[in-house]
């Protein structure tokens, strides 16, 4: 019997649907005048600002830390996140990119 070999297929990385989801997020501060800040990727290294956010956006009234995530909560993350002190004019908020309707719902408390 002749066995014929199949040709290993390409593993080709896709971007992390995480990734695009922050890109989205971004784009949408970007778009309400924010000036947007996210850490580059680093292999072997949490890209995560204090462990917590994933990017930063300030405009001339406030500072964002804003978690960014899909569907799903990470229920340890949001009650570090809520936990943490709140000097003014900074403000913790977590993005649930809600993938059925293609949009964020926002928290800024629980």
Same mark, same amino acid.
């Given at each position: ?5 199949? /040709?290993?297929?390409?593993? $080709? ?5 995480? !990734?695009?989801? !922050? #890109?989205?997020?971004? !784009? ?6 924010? +000036?947007?800040?996210? /850490? =580059?990727? *680093? #292999? %072997?290294?949490? @890209?995560?600002?204090?462990? +917590? ?8 009234? !406030? +500072? ?5 995530? &899909?569907?799903? #909560?990470?229920?340890?993350? =949001?009650? @570090? =996140? %809520?936990?943490? /002190?709140? /000097? &003014?004019? =900074?403000?913790?908020?977590?993005? *649930? ?6 949009? %964020?719902? $926002?928290?800024? &408390?629980?």
């Amino acid at each position: 019997m002749n066995k014929q070999n199949k /040709p290993k297929r390409k593993i $080709i990385r896709k971007k992390q649907h995480g !990734e695009k989801i !922050e #890109k989205i997020a971004c !784009e949408l501060l970007k778009n309400y005048k924010y +000036l947007v800040w996210k /850490p =580059i990727r *680093v #292999k %072997f290294h949490s @890209q995560d600002i204090f462990g +917590l956010f994933d990017i930063i956006a300030l405009n001339k009234k !406030e +500072l964002k830390l804003i978690q960014v995530q &899909k569907d799903r #909560k990470r229920p340890y993350k =949001i009650k @570090q =996140i %809520f936990k943490l /002190p709140q /000097p &003014k004019k =900074i403000k913790y908020e977590l993005w *649930v990119y809600k993938t059925n309707e293609k949009k %964020f719902k $926002i928290y800024d &408390k629980i």
